[in-house]
């Protein structure tokens, strides 16, 4: 009956039985909506990670509470908020099935692609190609010793240079000047500059011919001509 209506204070103050009895029915409320609300957090927890886990497994994985949204259905009618044209508008492409048009499309004007300046050794297309070699400086040649024979397995064996990811290299001029006399270089390509270095020193260089999937390996695997090949049978009338 105190919580429905409320007596007169002074009625309050001098019955002490119905004084208590009123604090005591709030506190009950209170504890109430406090064991509720701790009901309910311990809900939210249990369904995002369990409690106590001691690691995370995917028997207690889930969303954290509120992250995430019920897709939003749409055409349903105006009353959700999203029917009819579906948030789309009523006219043009965009609002059509399967309209929008493709990607750098911009209207029928030059888009971006083709108003850029290409630029020569950056292909643009599938018909564009360029070869990309391992670079061996002159500085690497000059910590090998004179008169000797110089490519790239022989590089990686002195421990002048470490594997590289290209299987084909290319020879070029850097920041040193070429003081090894006396060298025969092997490579695939080298520049006219360091061509002119390699040569004034005394040396000669040997172009490797450029095959694909080309290995260092598989040519010194194969010094010797296969037993059935022309230079085989040529060797052997020789003999």
Avoid: W
């Avoid at 950056?122 to 400086?137: E, L, Q, W």
């Avoid at 390509?189 to 172009?207: H, M, Q, W």
């Amino acid at each position: 009956p105190c919580l429905l209506r409320r007596p007169p204070l002074k009625m309050v103050l001098g019955r002490p039985a119905v004084n208590a009895l009123c604090i005591a029915a709030v506190g009950l409320s209170v504890l109430a909506v406090t064991l509720s609300a701790f009901s309910l957090s311990e809900n939210m927890l249990s369904r995002s990670v369990r409690v106590g886990a001691e690691r995370f497994r995917l028997n207690n994985l889930a969303p954290q509470p509120g992250s995430t949204h019920r897709k939003k259905r749409l055409g349903r009618g105006y009353s959700a908020g999203q029917g009819g044209s579906c948030g789309r508008g009523m006219r043009g492409q965009n609002s059509r099935s399967g309209g929008g048009v493709r990607t750098g499309f911009e209207g029928g004007q030059t888009p971006l692609y083709r108003r850029l300046p290409k630029y020569p050794g950056r292909p643009m297309g599938p018909a564009h190609s360029y070869t990309r070699f391992g670079v061996i400086k002159l500085d690497h040649l000059n910590q090998m010793p004179d008169n000797s024979v110089v490519d790239f397995p022989a590089l990686r064996s002195a421990r002048v240079m470490t594997d590289t990811k290209e299987n084909i290299h290319k020879v070029l001029v850097g920041e040193e000047e070429l003081k090894a006399k006396g060298l025969t270089v092997r490579a695939h390509a080298v520049s006219d500059a360091a061509r002119k270095a390699i040569e004034d020193n005394g040396g000669t260089v040997e172009l490797i011919p450029i095959i694909k999937h080309f290995s260092y390996e598989k040519k010194e695997a194969r010094k010797e001509p296969h037993p059935r090949s022309k230079k085989a049978k040529e060797l052997a009338a020789k003999k």
